[in-house]
C-alpha cells in the first residue's frame, strides 16, 4: 500500500495551492481518506477528513470555509484544495487512509490514530 502526495510549494499569504494524494496497491473505495499536517516544533494536527461515499466531510475549525477535500475513485486520488493561506498553514502536509469497510460508507474520523496508512508528506510554505 502507498500514498503518494504532491502539489506542496511556496506561495504567499492569501494564495491557493491543490494538494493531491494518490493510492495503489489497495482497494481505493474501502477506505475514508485523511490530511493532517505538523508545522516545526508542534504535534501533528488532523485538518479534513472524507468518507468512502464522499457524502461525510469534515474539516478543523482553523481550515474552515478555506480549504476543501474531495475524492476521485476512477484516479485513486485525494485532493485538498486550499485557498486565503495563512502564514500559520505552514507545515508539512500528509495524507492518510483509514479501513471503514465495516463502519459504513459514510464514515469519517479526525483521530490520526485509526487511520492505517501514511503518505510520505509534502511541504506547504506560506510567506507572508
Known amino acids: 500500500v502507498q500514498l503518494q502526495a504532491s502539489g506542496g510549494g511556496l506561495v504567499q499569504a492569501g494564495g491557493s495551492l491543490r494538494l493531491s494524494c494518490t493510492a495503489s496497491?489497495?482497494?481505493?473505495?474501502?477506505?475514508?481518506l485523511g490530511w493532517f499536517r505538523q508545522a516545526p516544533g508542534k504535534e501533528r494536527e488532523f485538518v479534513a477528513a472524507?468518507?468512502?461515499?464522499?457524502?461525510?466531510?469534515v474539516y478543523a475549525d482553523s481550515v474552515k470555509g478555506r480549504f476543501a477535500i474531495s475524492r476521485d475513485a476512477a484516479k485513486n486520488t485525494v485532493y485538498l484544495q486550499m485557498s486565503s493561506l495563512k502564514p500559520e498553514d505552514t507545515a508539512v502536509y500528509y495524507c492518510a487512509a483509514d479501513f471503514t469497510y465495516n463502519r459504513g460508507s459514510n464514515y469519517y474520523s479526525g483521530n490520526w490514530d485509526e487511520y492505517d496508512y501514511w503518505g510520505q508528506g509534502t511541504l506547504v510554505t506560506v510567506s507572508s
Open positions: 496497491g489497495y482497494n481505493f473505495r474501502s477506505y475514508a
Open positions: 472524507i468518507s468512502r461515499s464522499a457524502r461525510g466531510v
